[in-house]
């Protein structure tokens, strides 16, 4: 059947079974806007076009489907890159549609030109320039399948005006096959047979999971191994939820802002299986001492992440749910009749009694204290609710105290680290999720950079819930000069800003406030049982800082603590 | 330590970004990278020189395979391959040392493609190494100009036995 390059990419987007798209129309593209409004597709019209590829990675997070986006030319292209840069750091699988200047302008300067496959080359997993409709159908169906495939990530589609207005006789290929694409997803069985010897004879040995568990729904399989063979796990940041915060193997999140018990457990271990991470800095400090007696095994399909920063003793790469399947009957095959629990009980005990001594405390005051926020909502939410955050200390409060006990509940900007994630991402995850309680933790900074789509949130009906943490500082940035800089707090007092519940309400949000410690339970509760968006600005002390800390480029075991800590 | 890479890729536009992209990204070197079609018109041959150490190279490597577009990659310094390059270089030569020129020529079986009262335009092909060693006996006479290809290189049909 003929077809518009239009028509094409609507049909390709339905025969991949997408149900929802995030955009924001222009010249480029208002073709095909014109035909989606005729379409079976949800469109999300977002404010900024960074936030439709953030929504559309936050919809990707929760529902573990492939996000997708559409953005016109030029500036819309340039708006998205952050976006596109998030979810190519953090592996999400995403389709960004873009809209580019008809073939016979490209090159000119034409207007709303850039060259955008030229700029999203190095965010990207893999981008397109079509230069002819005829390959459209192809295009479409290989953008799909290289997002979800493998290690995930965005992959972007450029459509010149003459392709999306020009017409075809649209054939689909039956299958996608790529010569020079072919991820293995199958493990080395002798490897893993050489890791099941390396984890029995281990003495003190220690799970790192990072966000890889979490794109391969590997939690029942890495739970299954873990409970099995007694042994403990810790976490990345884009690990969480990948075990449940409330397990009994559970040591918590490592890295820079670690529990001390989950660092000390990769310091002291003999032995870390690692799975789906990368040995981000954040997680390991400083790489020469990053644990000094451990033999690691290193499980991640993609093998640009092994031997990257770590050097490791068995390699496999491997889908990692595949891996962690196969690693658990080998175990039991060869090792079904050890006695587990016993031969790790020194071990656990061990780490248990370090995270008794050394818990992530603080000291309660006049003033609302951020992680007494945080434990409330864990506390009213009894941890089920869908996390998003935006960037800095109220993230990183976030992922130590809400126990996220399920995966794809606790989406943010890990690689990346981009202020203005949040509030988009709810979009997306609340999209994905309708019925279930999604919560914003937002810092005032953050919140402000991506603001604008509480219009969005409203005209959506969107039951969103967004937690300021407000200090009236770039927080995290201040803990620095705090630390470092010898408070030398050089442009991060943010201390003009708007009143967030006038803001809130003039949005058509409802708005409310806490500032002393009694006031804070209560507003939280009513906010979530509101039926429709609500922000709460919560004031906090402002010099409060996270903590435990391992300054940059440290090792893990030279960590700061607050008073309250030692 | 140096490294040959040959490199199948896609012969489709911006492929040559992609793989060059990815060097100066990751901040990793290139001493030459030499490029043209194959006798497939869809695959090209990049040949690439770059140094580092085993963990680099191996990332190299790795990293190149992972670009959607790259189909095979071949480190040769790890088999027996034969390498060539071709250099044209302009030295000055007039009167009074001539003949020394032309002696270097001989020995290294050069050619000389161009020849004025100034200078003389040689022609040479061989290893790096090779290469390496007429330039530094001509550099003394006054290099004018110099073109080279790049190395471009392929594995020796049969292999030592390990």
């Known amino acids: ?52 590829v953030h929504a559309a990675d936050g919809y990707a997070r929760a529902s573990g489907k492939v996000g997708v986006c559409l953005v016109t030319s030029g500036p819309g292209v340039t708006n998205a890159v952050t976006g596109i840069a998030t979810a190519n750091a953090d592996s999400i699988p995403l389709v960004v549609i873009t809209g580019q200047v008809s073939s016979h302008l490209i090159g000119n300067d034409a207007f709303q030109e850039v060259d955008t496959v030229g700029i999203t080359r190095p965010c990207t997993k893999h981008n397109y320039l079509v230069r002819d409709i005829s390959s459209l159908p192809a295009i479409i169906s290989q953008a799909f399948y290289l997002a979800r495939s493998g290690r995930p990530g965005p992959v972007l589609v450029d459509l010149p005006k003459n392709v999306i207005v020009g017409k075809t006789d649209c054939v689909w290929p039956e299958s996608v096959q790529m010569r020079s694409y072919n991820p293995n997803y199958i493990p080395n069985v002798s490897q893993l047979r050489k890791v099941a010897d390396l984890l029995a004879k281990a003495e003190k040995p220690v799970f790192l999971i ?97 031997r990257k920063n770590v050097q490791v003793d068995v390699p496999l790469v491997a889908d990692c749910r595949l891996a962690l399947k196969e690693l658990s009957v080998i175990v039991r095959e060869r090792y079904g009749d050890r006695d587990w629990t016993g031969t790790r009980l020194s071990w656990n005990e061990f780490l248990e009694r370090t995270r008794r001594d050394c818990p992530l405390r603080y000291a309660r005051t006049e003033e609302i204290k951020p992680q007494q926020v945080m434990e409330c909502i864990n506390r009213l939410t009894g941890g089920e609710a869908i996390l998003t955050t935006e960037v800095g200390q109220h993230q990183m409060w976030a ?100 009143d967030f519940v006038k803001l809130a309400e003039a949005y058509g949000v409802e708005g409310y406030r806490a500032s002393r410690p009694e006031e804070l339970e209560a507003t939280l509760d009513r906010a979530f049982k509101s039926s429709g968006p609500v922000l709460v600005d919560v004031n906090i002390r402002r010099e409060e800082n996270v903590m435990p800390m391992v300054p940059s480029g440290a090792s893990l075991d030279k960590v700061l603590l607050a008073e309250e800590q030692i | 330590m140096r490294h ?59 990293q190149l395979r992972k670009l959607v577009t790259v189909i095979k990659v071949v480190d040769l310094t790890s088999l027996s391959a034969v390498e060539r390059e071709m250099l044209m270089i302009k030295v000055s030569a007039d009167d009074s040392h001539r003949d020394e020129v032309m002696r270097i020529v001989d020995i290294f079986r050069c050619k000389v493609v161009d020849v004025s009262p100034a200078d003389i335009t040689i022609e040479a092909t061989g290893t790096y190494e090779k290469l390496q060693a007429m330039l530094s006996l001509l550099a003394k006479f006054g290099v004018r100009d110099m073109a080279r290809t790049g190395v471009v290189a392929m594995r020796r049909s049969m292999q030592p036995q390990v």
């Open chain 2, 4 to 62: 040959v890479l040959s490199v199948l890729v896609e012969n489709e536009p911006g492929v040559l970004s992609r793989v060059s992209g990815l060097f100066s990204g990751r901040g990793f070197n290139v001493e030459s990278l030499n490029v043209a079609s194959t006798l497939d018109p869809e695959i090209s041959r990049m040949t690439i020189t770059t140094v580092g150490d085993d963990f680099i190279v191996e990332q190299i490597i790795k």
């Open chain 1, 399 to 498: 992922a130590q105290f809400f126990h996220c006990t399920r995966p794809r509940a606790f989406i943010t900007s890990g690689g990346l680290g981009a202020m203005g994630y949040g509030l988009p991402a709810a979009i997306g995850a609340q999209l994905a999720s309708p019925g279930k309680l999604v919560i914003d933790i937002a810092g005032d900074g953050s919140i402000q950079m991506n603001i604008h789509e509480l219009a969005t949130v409203v005209q959506n009906r969107l039951p969103i819930k967004i937690i300021i943490f407000n200090n009236r500082y770039l927080g995290m940035v201040r803990q620095w000069q705090e630390l470092f800089y010898a408070k030398n707090y050089s442009c991060t007092d943010m201390s003009a800003q708007p």
């Open chain 1, 210 to 306: 990072g966000g890889g568990v979490i794109l391969s729904n590997a939690y029942a399989e890495l739970t299954q191994l873990a409970e099995l063979t007694s042994t403990p796990v810790v976490s990345t940041l884009m690990g969480l939820g990948g075990y449940p915060g409330n397990g009994r193997l559970w040591k918590g999140m490592a890295g820079m802002h670690g529990e001390f018990a989950a660092n000390k457990a990769l310091t002291e271990a003999d032995f870390i299986l690692a799975v789906g991470t990368r040995f981000s800095d954040r997680t390991t400090g400083r790489l020469d001492t990053f644990a000094p007696d451990a033999e690691i095994v290193h499980i991640d399909i993609d093998p640009t992440s092994i």
């Open chain 1, 1 to 52: 059947m003929e077809l518009t390059g239009a028509g094409i990419l609507l049909e390709g987007l339905k025969r991949e079974g997408v149900e929802i798209i995030f955009g924001y129309p222009g010249g480029a593209i208002i073709d095909i806007y014109d035909e989606l409004s005729r379409a079976d597709l949800k469109h999300i019209l977002v404010r900024h076009e960074q936030s439709a």
